[in-house]
């Protein structure tokens, strides 16, 4: 008998919450009808239509940065490595004519002339 109470308390207390929940989701006709209205094109903006214009402009903001930030990071490895390529070219070359034109001596020949 007791398990029979408590089925018919929750089912009761579920419906209770339903139509309360029912009332909640829906709107009123009158709502309803204006929600789905164009607004005129010299009519003022609602204060939800420029928070929503709002929101939109600085995420778009944000993707532009941060895309343009990936670029210029891109770029700045790039041109890093461009760099670091040449260094090593020069670097090589210097190498190689110092060993073409080494003379034996240390620091080479030509430094240690006396000017006269």
């Known amino acids: 008998m007791s398990w029979r109470r ?3 308390l929750s089912s009761l207390s579920a419906l209770a919450l339903l139509c309360s929940v029912k009332q909640k989701i829906f709107m009123q006709e009158s709502d309803a009808s204006n929600f789905l209205k164009k607004r005129g094109k010299r009519s003022p903006k609602s204060r939800d ?4 214009e709002n929101r939109q402009k600085l995420r778009d903001d944000e993707l532009r940065r941060e895309y343009y930030e990936e670029q210029r990071n891109e770029f700045e490895n790039f041109v890093e490595e461009q760099r670091d390529e040449q260094e090593e070219r020069t670097r090589e070359a210097v190498e190689q004519w110092r060993q073409w034109h080494y003379d034996g001596l240390y620091p ?6 006396q000017n006269i």
């Open 108 to 113: 080479s020949y030509l430094y240690n002339r």
């Open 49 to 52: 239509e420029v928070n929503a």
């Open 6 to 8: 408590v089925i018919l």
